[in-house]
């Protein structure tokens, strides 16, 4: 049943585990953000280069303001978020200082999936989120998609296919947009959901994109 993957995951997570969920674009690996043992086995799991920086996900908006520093208005944050968008902004101190230590910035997801938010919640700091593929690799819509990685995950939550398998769009993972400076956007990456993000932030919000 969901309650008992749920209860099971975060024990897993509790017990510095790392574990293989489904997200609202592509499936994931997640681990507790503030366990720098379980952030560093993300690392070699992937074959991840050490710069390249972890998203942390929450289960619910509120929640983001422990972690980040906004300095957009919250209806922007409520437009956006539960989505298929990473929104990155200043990282606050209560993050954990080995997440990320390169970068005063921190990506942050709440993905449109009732099960990674209610696992989000069910933990007690944030979580660090990843594409469940090896580095450089396409990201992965089922689970036998990463069966390599199996033997290292503590648990795998098989929430079945997400979205259409034949369609290379469905890869893409979530649009990655930088809101650390006030009044302007960065498109750190494209993604799946580009069109619908750039609108909300240009004609809703009179955000302008910062190279301009």
């Known amino acids: 049943g969901w309650r008992e993957a749920v209860a099971a995951a975060a024990g897993a997570l509790q017990a510095g585990g790392l574990v293989a969920v489904p997200t609202d674009t592509v499936y994931g690996v997640a681990c507790l953000a ?49 989505g298929p968008v990473t929104l990155v902004l200043k990282r606050s101190e209560e993050l954990n200082k080995d997440l990320n230590p390169f970068t005063s910035l921190v990506g942050v997801r709440i993905p449109n999936h009732p099960f990674i938010r209610e696992l989000a919640r069910a933990c007690s700091g944030p979580l660090a989120l990843t594409s469940a593929n090896i580095s450089c690799q396409a ?50 990456r494209p993604g799946c959901a580009l069109t619908s993000t750039v609108e909300i932030l240009r004609q809703k919000y009179g955000l302008i994109p910062a190279s301009s």
């Not at 086995?41 to 303001?65: E, F, H, M, T």
């Not at 369609?167 to 979530?174: D, H, I, K, V």
């Open 34 to 82: 503030q366990d720098s043992g379980a952030v560093r086995s993300v690392y070699s799991l992937k074959g991840r280069n050490g710069g390249k920086p972890l998203a942390i996900c929450l289960g619910d908006v509120d929640s983001l303001y422990r972690y980040c520093h906004v300095n957009v208005p919250d209806e922007l944050l409520r437009d956006l978020l539960p």
């Open 139 to 188: 990201s992965t819509l089922t689970v036998s998609e990463f069966q390599d990685l199996w033997p290292q995950l503590s648990l795998i939550i098989d929430g079945g296919p997400i979205g259409d398998v034949q369609s290379p769009e469905c890869r893409l993972g979530s649009t990655v947009v930088d809101l650390s400076v006030s009044g302007k956007f960065t498109i750190i």
